[in-house]
């Protein structure tokens, strides 16, 4: 049930990241996620520099985390472990990138009614 949860989280996000990071890209803008599995680059592939969504967060937000066997788990302010951490880096204005997300989130819940 747990790993269902995980695969469905990761698919529904890449499919999100990528069209965001496309949009913006054809826009002008700079941008780029990373696959929450491996850690790499998913537009830029040139690096092979991992990136840690949990390290991140603990860094930045000073989220708190938690031991699940040999993985750490985000606890979130609200929503405690029930979160998905991923990311998406962009160079781009702030109403630019808030427009594109919003595009994106339409277009997957047109496609999927039960992404809601």
């Known amino acids: ?4 949860e995980k695969d469905f989280c990761l698919e529904r996000f890449l499919l999100f990241a990528k069209r965001v990071t ?15 599995c491996s850690g790499l680059s998913m537009v830029n592939k040139c690096s092979q520099q991992v990136y840690g969504e949990v390290d991140a967060l603990v860094t930045l937000l000073n989220y708190q985390v938690t031991n699940s066997g040999c993985c750490k788990v985000v606890l979130h302010p609200k ?3 029930a ?10 204005p702030r109403e630019v990138f808030v427009e594109v997300v919003a595009e994106a989130e339409a277009e997957i819940r047109a496609e999927d009614p039960a992404a809601a």
Do not use: N, Q
């Open 22 to 36: 496309d949009k913006l890209a054809s826009r002008g803008h700079w941008a780029d996620y990373i696959d929450p």
């Open 1 to 4: 049930m747990v790993d269902e």
């Open 83 to 92: 979160v998905y951490p991923a990311s998406v880096f962009a160079k781009a």
């Open 79 to 81: 929503w405690g472990s």
